[in-house]
């Protein structure tokens, strides 16, 4: 039988067995121990990497994925048919409710207008969407995050606010050609400034990793209390003014949660806000 | 068959019976990455790539060297939005742990290996905690953290069962048992 060789450069560089040994372990280690160190002084380093796995693995997870979710939606379809009339009557009941609004709405609209004209107040631009679905979820104990099948072609940029149902759900951080990552309001690492609408108290809205994040750096003497409404504040320039996040849930010790308006767990079509970035904010050594 | 003679349509045949084993590993890591819609699922998902990692490093190491094992936990750590170097240091250190431990699982019952993979799993979410921690100074909840390693433990018999099965199709592997070498000489031939 022809035995197999190696190439001889192959030999030269690694004798056999190397990359199977106790030396392969130690090294590897050691690029991972590098790697980790990087991760934590300079995490944007890995931006390009990240953007090229997303444009490589996020065509195979996106295909694997929708079966999947065509799934999901059949059990959900199945299974809410026993509770479809109850829904179909509260709606009906919702529908009336907003119909009576909805002219209040339009006499409301005209009023302010008019008066925004009278008072020469610069109006900021509408801003457009993007609606997308969601192919991976990467959401573990340690990050709660999505990936998303849109990107820099789509005209999405790092920043974007994320926006599903009825609320915010998160923003983009990362994004590839066609694909994007999403962090998620609950992760430990967003932080929204927020205002609570009926006490104009702004706060920071900080995930726990938690389906509910908490209300931090409000002001101590703010009377919070359950069912407040929580929208952004547009404090930062990230997200706009004026979206809605969730209500106040619970509060003990002074630390309240927020039931988020979007339900994280359900989700699978979201919406990227398109906002463009803004010349007068500069990027500092705090990102 | 004369021993050593392989025809093409033969190394066809390996390749193919290979490929079915790497479509599983490949399975299993799409699994730790994908949206299942399950309602919670994502706080406590297990990880599916150690189950592969920790079978084919006791019965098959030639298909999961340490260099594939290093490779995988980067593309993970990439794509789930983890710190770069986590997945992979645990990975390296559980394949390194688990080879070198062979001869202890093989030809082992099943409740052996189940409780082998159970402390393994134990010790990967502790040590993916702890990097975490570490590299991000933020200290997650330790109770989602170990469910992901019980949820693992419950999910392993079922991974068992399509790795048996795979592995049962793959050619027999002439090497001595150890880490297997780099000029390992393939038989044809059905376990």
Redesign the interface.
């Known amino acids: 039988?022809k035995?197999?060789t190696?190439h001889k450069y192959f030999a030269l560089m690694a004798p056999?067995?190397f990359?199977?040994?106790?030396a392969?372990?130690i090294l590897?280690?050691l690029?991972?121990?590098?790697?980790?160190t990087?991760?934590?002084f300079k995490?944007d380093a890995?931006n390009t990497?990240?953007s090229s796995?997303?444009n490589v693995?996020g065509p195979?997870?996106s295909a694997?994925?929708y079966p999947?979710?065509q799934?999901?939606n059949f059990v959900r379809d199945v299974t809410g048919l026993s509770g479809m009339q109850a829904r179909i009557a509260s709606l009906e009941v919702e529908n009336a409710r907003l119909r009576e609004w909805y002219q209040t709405a339009l006499v409301l609209e005209e009023q302010n207008q008019s008066l925004q004209a009278l008072l020469n107040v610069k109006i900021e631009p509408a801003y457009s969407y993007v609606t997308t679905r969601?192919?991976?979820?990467?959401?573990?104990?340690?990050?709660?995050?999505?990936?998303v099948k849109v990107g820099s072609d789509d005209d999405v940029r790092s920043g974007n606010p994320v926006v599903a149902g009825d609320g915010l759900v998160g923003r983009v951080?990362?994004t590839g050609a066609s694909f994007s990552?999403v962090?998620l309001l609950n992760d430990?690492?967003s932080r929204v400034p927020v205002m609570i609408e009926e006490l104009d108290q702004h706060a920071i809205l900080a995930g726990q990793?938690?389906t509910r994040p908490v209300l931090q750096h409000s002001a101590k003497d703010a009377e919070l209390s359950v069912g407040m409404r929580v929208v952004t504040s547009g404090i930062g320039g990230y997200f706009p003014p004026g979206l809605p996040v969730g209500v106040i849930a619970e509060g003990e010790n002074g630390i309240f949660k927020v039931q988020l308006f979007s339900d994280l767990?359900?989700m699978?079509y979201v919406r990227v806000i398109q906002t463009h970035e803004d010349p007068n904010l500069v990027k500092g050594v705090l990102q | 068959m004369a021993l050593g003679v392989i025809t093409f349509s033969k190394k066809l045949e390996i390749l193919a019976r290979f490929c079915g084993a790497y479509a599983l590993i490949l399975g299993f890591i799409l699994a730790d990455l994908i949206a299942f819609q399950i309602p919670y699922f994502q706080n406590v998902r297990p990880c599916f790539t150690v189950m592969a990692l920790f079978y084919w490093s006791i019965y098959r190491p030639t298909l999961m060297p340490t260099w594939l094992a290093f490779i995988i936990g980067i593309l993970i750590d990439l794509l789930s939005g983890l710190p770069v170097g986590m997945n992979a240091m645990s990975y390296v250190i559980v394949q390194y742990l688990v080879s070198g431990q062979r001869k202890m699982f093989m030809g082992q019952p099943f409740i052996s290996v189940f409780f082998g993979y159970a402390l393994v799993s134990g010790v990967v979410v502790l040590l993916q905690w702890i990097i975490f921690g570490i590299v991000t100074q933020i200290w997650v909840p330790v109770l989602p953290v170990f469910g992901m390693g019980l949820l693992g433990i419950a999910f392993f018999p079922i991974a068992l069962l399509m790795m048996n099965a795979t592995h049962k199709i793959l050619p027999i592997e002439s090497s001595a048992m150890g880490r297997g070498s780099y000029n390992t000489r393939i038989k044809y031939g059905n376990r």
């Open positions: 039988m035995r197999r190696r056999a067995g990359w199977d040994g106790r392969a372990t590897l280690m690029v991972s121990c590098a790697l980790l990087m991760s934590a995490p890995f990497m990240r796995a997303y693995a195979l997870v694997i994925s999947f979710q799934t999901a969601i192919i991976s979820d990467s959401g573990n104990a340690f990050v709660k995050s999505l990936l951080v990362n990552r962090l430990m690492n990793n938690d767990q359900k699978q």
